[in-house]
């Protein structure tokens, strides 16, 4: 499966950029190793960019074979803005460790959001409903805050989920 670095640089307005790369597939075995190139790659930009490097990932895909959409009200433009909040007080087993994201309030979207989960005269989907609730248990389970990354459950709670236009 191919597997994408990403290295995020700001410049001296503080506008960010991102360098992609493609590396070596990446697997349990080499996770070390990919990342070490990373490093490297890293250093060498540093070496021929005035930029300032602010961080680094490895992007793993998973190619899908999805079916062609038919469905014209599927647009990227009409999104699903999930907003939830980190419920972990702390970051360790032994609660020593505060969690700067506690409480905090954070979204994230949804592009092509199906609008016919909606009730009537609202633009929330209700959370109770069946096909909702199934996704904001796995969401839930799943999904982090950018402050805790934790194995550590329970994690986030989603607030809302409303229908929103963006550009892209």
Do not use: C
């Not at 998973?62 to 469905?71: F, G, Q, R």
């Not at 209700?126 to 459950?153: C, G, I, K, M, Q």
């Amino acid at each position: 499966m191919p597997t994408r670095a990403a290295i995020s640089m700001e410049d001296y307005d503080g506008e960010s950029s991102t360098v992609l790369l493609w590396v070596q597939d990446v697997s349990a075995v080499n996770f070390g190793s990919v990342s070490q190139d990373v490093d490297e790659l890293k250093d060498a930009i540093a070496t021929i960019s005035l930029g300032a490097i602010r961080d680094a990932s490895i992007n793993k895909s998973y190619p899908e074979s999805p079916a062609t959409v038919t469905d014209k009200t599927a647009q990227r433009e009409s999104k699903w803005l999930i907003t939830y909040r980190d419920t972990t007080q702390f970051l360790d087993a032994a609660n020593t460790i505060a969690n700067p994201g506690y409480l905090k309030v954070f979204t994230t979207e949804i592009p092509a959001a199906k609008l016919s989960l909606l009730s009537n005269n609202s633009d929330e989907l209700d959370l109770a409903e069946t096909t909702v609730a199934a996704f904001v248990t796995v969401f839930e389970a799943n999904a982090r805050s950018p402050y805790n990354h934790s194995a550590n459950a329970p994690t986030i709670d989603v607030l809302s989920i409303k229908h929103v236009g963006r550009r892209a």
